[in-house]
Antibody, heavy 121, light 106 residues
């Protein structure tokens, strides 16, 4: 079965960076785009961007341009999301999720368990 | 960006009753609309995509409808496991955007 297993919780100081990983299994890694979505405590869902696992190409939400970098390592079926210049507003649960590659449809079929990032001095 | 507005914010329903959740887009999304369920402490789960197509394993009591800018998720007879927060999401245009959610409570 499809599984997306994310790295553990992180506590970071303002101005630091965080890197969250998402290891995929149960499907062909290159058959799905990998998205990152975050959710602040008690709030709704916010899409951050995606990475094309085939080409490594990315598309980021304008809000995060310049601050987020999404990468992948196809040899270990793992995607990464790096967010820099952290501030308290970045405290959130960060999810990876996948959508079918090549379909033109970007509904998020499967989700990781989430990684809590806390930004605090 | 396309703004998604869900109503009501909270819906109080008794088990066995019908629940109707609404989602309005600020512009047409051409049925490129998905619904997710999120329970406390869990990741969201895809219920419906293409406005009305149920994902594998989703019970038939969940149904989606709508077109243009107006979409609806209906739960025909609420079960105890259905009490959760529901989000709509459009994927017609970038960036992908979600509604603010509807909490279905007892």
């Amino acid at each position: 079965q499809v599984q997306l297993v994310q790295s553990g919780a992180e506590v970071k100081k303002p101005g630091a960076s965080v890197k969250v990983s998402c290891k995929a299994s149960g499907y062909t890694f290159t058959d799905y785009f990998i998205h990152w979505v975050r959710q602040a405590p008690g709030q709704g869902l916010e899409w951050m961007g995606w990475i094309n696992p085939n080409s490594g190409g990315t598309k980021y939400a304008q809000k995060f341009q310049g601050r987020v970098t999404m990468t992948r390592d196809t040899s270990i079926s793992t995607a990464y999301m790096d967010l820099s210049s952290l501030n308290s507003d970045d405290t959130a649960m960060y999810y990876c999720a996948i959508s079918p590659y090549g379909s033109g449809n970007f509904h998020l079929d499967y989700w990781g368990q989430g990684a809590l990032v806390t930004v605090s001095s | 960006e396309i703004v998604m507005t869900q109503s009501p914010a909270t819906l109080s329903v008794s088990p066995g009753e019908r629940a109707t959740l609404s989602c309005r887009a600020s512009q047409r999304v051409n049925s490129n609309l998905a619904w997710y369920q999120q329970k406390p402490g869990q990741a969201p789960r895809l219920l419906i995509y293409g406005a009305f197509i149920r994902t594998t394993g989703i019970p038939a009591r969940f149904s989606g409808s709508g077109s243009g800018t107006e979409y609806t998720l209906t739960i025909s007879s609420l079960q105890s496991e259905d009490f959760a927060v529901y989000y709509c999401q459009q994927y017609d245009n970038w960036p992908l955007t979600f509604g603010g959610g509807t909490k279905v409570e007892i």
